[in-house]
Every structure is written in structure tokens, then in C-alpha cells.
């Protein structure tokens, strides 16, 4: 089970690793050695996010900065890197805002990308200064952006059920929309169900083979975010899901490469995200058309549920997958509108003159 899903994570991390080789051969040697030294640690999806911001971050130096300008990148040196000032990292958040790359596309950054970007900058000073290789840590004296929180978007109760009865029975489709329906309703079905039954992330659903699936148990096995593999469990609803499609994807040749796979497309391939989120999109646009519905939303869906009938935020941060609880309690523990209504009942403008009039009947 476990080497099934590794082959297919593998795959996808050898692409990235990649990508990190290219962008190492751009940039200053000393980025080179931090990516090795972070390479226990993180992902190749992380490590290749701080190179992409490195390499912005390198790339404004040598064009906006008086220190830095004209110089060749792969000339910088660790030493050189003393140069670098509070001030000129401040200057990148602020570039960062909307800039143009040499094709001419035009590039905007909101609050949470600055700060990714200033996350990547932190890594690598943090690094070079625990190494001994620079004197002090610049980058740790800038302030993270200020990030506005946005209103947690999910399904309620009703659009839950309205959700699964649309992706079940296709009815409210368009007629093409139907003609697809017939084909994959029960894939559909049994996706939609395991994304509000589990609060599965989106990739761990794409990577999902077979033999991960225990029905048994009611269980399947997954492999989260920085590669560690976990156990999750379903209820009686998702597994009777599961198994109206099990017998079709059985009967599926698949395509090379996608045989272990339990999601396939049309095309008999692995789905891809993109085209999970497609799928969640048509069901949801027609369902709540004024929420803008992600297959995360869904998770949010079920970490929100999970919540309300467990009042346990740890449980909830444990199956989701939280390495911090407060990323949980940020987004599940909020009061909502059910809880606000109910609180403005128990509030009385003119409570003695209630009593007055009930003492009066």
C-alpha cells in the first residue's frame, strides 16, 4: 500500500527537484547550500517555493538596489550579503506589490504572498547566520505584512445535502452537463463524498490508489505534507459511496502510468488537480452560485462540522492534519452565524417590564 502511493509522490517531487536544479544554476552559491542544508526538512514543493522567491529576490537587487546593481547573480557571495539592509528588504515587499516580468506579464502579490516571500528571505539568513556565515540576521528584524483574514467560506447543512443529491442524480445539470453526468456520477459522487467525510486535502485525493483503501475498516492511507503516512477513517455514508464506484473503476483499463490509480478521468488517466477542482466547481456553482466553492472549502466544510460535534479543537487540527492548532482554532473555532443568532435571543432590552407584563396575565 505505502509503495504504491510513494511511486506516485515521488513522480510528482522528482519534477520539482528538478525545477530546484535549474533555478540553483541562477543563483548565488550560498542558496545552493541552503537548500541542501533545509533538504531534511521540507518538500521539494517547499524548497522549490524559497528558490522561486530567491530568485526574485536576487533578480530586484541586481536592478533596483545601488549595492547590487548590474551585478551578475551567480557572482554574489555570502559575504556580500552584509550589505543587505533592513531597508532593501523593505524595498522588495514593496516591488513585490505589482512588478513586470521580461516577457511583460505583469505580476501582483497580496499580503499572504509578501509574506511567503519574506518567509524565504528569513530562511535563508536565519541559515547562513546559524552557520556562522553572517554576523547578524537582517531579515529577522522586518515585520510580517499585516495579513487581513478573509471570511471563512463553506457549505451549510442544506448545501451539504443539496451538494451530494446534485453530484448523485445530476439533477439541475445542463443537458450536456447531464450527458457527462451519466459517465461519472459515480465517481463524482464517491469524490464529493470523501471530501466532506474526511476533509481529504485535494492532492492526497488525486494520489489515492486502490490498495490504499481498506473497506474492512473504513479506512485508507494517505501521505500528507512533508511526507509522513497516516491512517484515516470514513463513515458507513462515504464507504457506500466508495463502493457504487469500485465495481466501474474495476472494469477501467487505465492508461500507463495511472493503473494503481482510484480516481481516473474520461481518459482514463489519473485525475489531475485541476481537473478535481473543475468538478467541484460545476456541482458547487449551481448548488450556492454566490460562494465561491474549492475542494479546500470542502475541507473547511468538514473541519467546521467536525468541530461543532466534537468541540474538540485538537481532534480536529489531528485529522485535518495541522501541525499547529492555531492554524485550526484560526479557522474552525470562530464563532458562526447559528451561534451569533442565539446569542442575540438570550438578550433582553427591558427585562423587568417582561416580567411585569407576565406577572399581569
Known amino acids: 500500500m505505502e509503495k504504491q502511493n510513494q511511486d506516485y509522490f515521488s513522480k510528482r517531487d522528482e519534477k520539482n527537484i528538478l525545477k530546484i536544479r535549474n533555478l540553483k544554476m541562477e543563483l548565488p552559491f550560498c542558496c545552493s547550500e541552503f537548500l ?25 537587487l541586481t536592478t533596483d538596489t545601488e549595492e547590487f546593481y548590474g551585478r551578475d547573480i551567480k557572482s554574489i557571495k555570502t559575504e556580500d550579503l552584509k550589505k543587505v539592509t533592513s531597508t532593501h528588504i ?29 518567509s524565504a528571505i528569513r530562511a535563508l539568513f536565519k541559515y547562513l547566520f546559524k552557520h556562522e556565515k553572517l554576523d547578524s540576521n537582517v531579515a529577522s528584524k522586518i515585520d510580517t505584512p499585516k495579513i487581513h483574514e478573509k471570511p471563512i467560506i463553506r457549505l451549510e447543512e442544506d448545501e451539504v445535502r443539496d451538494m451530494l443529491d446534485l453530484s448523485e442524480t ?25 471530501f466532506l467525510g474526511t476533509g481529504i486535502r485535494i492532492s492526497e485525493c488525486v494520489g489515492l490508489n486502490i490498495k490504499d483503501i481498506d473497506f474492512d475498516n473504513n479506512a485508507f492511507s494517505i501521505t500528507r505534507k512533508g511526507g509522513n503516512k497516516v491512517i484515516l477513517y470514513f463513515n ?22 495511472s493503473e494503481d490509480a482510484f480516481f481516473l478521468s474520461m481518459q482514463n488517466k489519473r485525475m489531475s488537480v485541476r481537473a478535481v477542482e473543475k468538478l467541484i466547481k460545476k456541482y458547487a456553482s449551481i448548488v450556492t452560485p454566490l460562494k465561491h466553492i474549492t475542494p ?22 489531528d485529522v485535518l492534519g495541522h501541525k499547529d492548532v492555531n492554524t485550526t482554532r484560526k479557522h474552525y473555532a470562530a464563532m458562526s452565524d447559528d451561534i451569533r443568532k442565539r446569542a442575540a435571543t438570550v438578550i433582553r432590552l427591558r427585562p423587568d417590564e417582561e416580567k411585569e407584563a407576565d406577572s399581569t396575565l
Do not use: W
Request: proline share 2%.
Open 296 to 317: 479546500h472549502k470542502l475541507r473547511s466544510t468538514f473541519g467546521t462540522n467536525l468541530y461543532k460535534q466534537t468541540n474538540d479543537i485538537y481532534v480536529v487540527a
Open 36 to 60: 541542501l542544508g533545509i533538504e531534511q526538512n521540507t518538500t521539494p514543493l517547499t524548497r522549490l517555493g524559497y528558490a522561486r522567491d530567491l530568485k526574485l529576490f536576487f533578480d530586484f
Open 90 to 118: 523593505e524595498m522588495f515587499l514593496s516591488y513585490c506589490s505589482v512588478y513586470q516580468q521580461e516577457d511583460g506579464t505583469v505580476m501582483r502579490n497580496g499580503e499572504r504572498a509578501k509574506a511567503r516571500k519574506l
Open 170 to 194: 445530476g439533477e439541475g445539470l445542463s443537458q450536456q452537463q447531464r450527458n457527462f453526468h451519466n459517465h461519472t456520477k459515480a465517481r463524482d459522487y464517491a469524490m464529493v463524498s470523501l
Open 236 to 257: 458507513d455514508d462515504v464507504k457506500e459511496a466508495l463502493l457504487q464506484y469500485l465495481p466501474q473503476r474495476m472494469e477501467i483499463k487505465a492508461e500507463p502510468g
